[in-house]
């Protein structure tokens, strides 16, 4: 009589040990806290990484640091889109950023493959708050995609891991996906999930990197405790972490590359349908077209 009680398990972070879960009742908290504590520091080696990593894009270098400062700000949230960086040339640092989250989350960061991301079982969803996906090349797309789509979006996700009953829980989950490859995500025009941008195709010298990796691997841990307290004071300005992914330039390219003969002739159809609809040097016009008349045109 008079114990305390809770009402099973939850992943609540940010918050004390005993929490209250999605159903209002009281309940252990399995959030661990943070990878490292927050103090203010040097961060100058990565300012300088953005600084390369978006130099041909001030806009989007905003909008990504703040996607990634605002789950800091507000721990547990869930953001509606995804982060991708993609980039043809091998050692640019895109996945230099991911691995500076990971000193930042510590146990709750996961790394991912294409393989881990295909698979039926996802026992690497519980209880993490950021997933980097790396050399992400888009495996049996429209699968993929919308699996990945379900991810980015989704409140809940069952887990399912083997010989286990599978489970519900809170979505908590921020994706952010590194490739080598401009068709990595097949995207419809009218996406609104995915941040695009093209990395440089040009390495840094070999010192910034390695001056990149001994600040992020200082023995006192000063670099992403710095990193983190930044991420705490940013200015988040309008950003909003339902709304629709910043359009970039990247994004348009991913979407034009990642899509079929036909699809792209069809994207090419709205935009200027006379350099579609002609035979030799004759447009063909007619006020209405069949779905069978455009297939005979492709």
Known sequence: PGRAAIQGFTYSPGQARTAI????????????????ESKQGDISPWKEMLDYQFQSSPEGRQWFERWLAYPIQHPGAKLATAAVIWGRVHGTGKSFIGETMARIYGENFV??????????????????????????????????????????????????????????????????????????????????????????????EDAFYRRYREWLKESNGAGPAAL???????????????????????????????????????????RDPESCLRIGSTVVKHRFWSSQGLLDMY
């Open 228 to 270: 983190s307290w930044h991420f705490e004071h940013l200015n988040l300005g309008d950003f909003n972490p339902m709304a629709r992914a910043l359009r970039t330039k990247a994004k348009e390219e991913m979407i034009v590359d990642s899509m079929s003969d036909i699809e792209r002739w069809l994207h090419d159809l709205k």
């Open 111 to 204: 790394k991912l493959t294409n393989e881990q991301l295909g698979s039926r079982f996802n026992n690497w969803a519980e209880n993490k708050q950021f997933a980097m996906g790396e050399e992400i090349t888009g495996m049996d797309r429209r699968g993929m995609m919308d699996k990945i789509k379900n991810m980015i979006t989704e409140e809940k996700i069952m887990v399912k891991i083997e010989y286990i009953p599978a489970f519900e829980i809170p979505a908590r989950t921020n994706f952010y996906f590194v490739s080598n490859h401009p068709d990595a995500f097949q995207l419809e025009d009218t996406d609104r999930r995915f941040f695009i941008h093209e990395a440089p195709d040009t390495p840094r």
């Open 21 to 36: 879960n999605e159903y209002g009742q009281p309940a252990l908290n399995v959030w661990r806290g943070w990878g490292c």
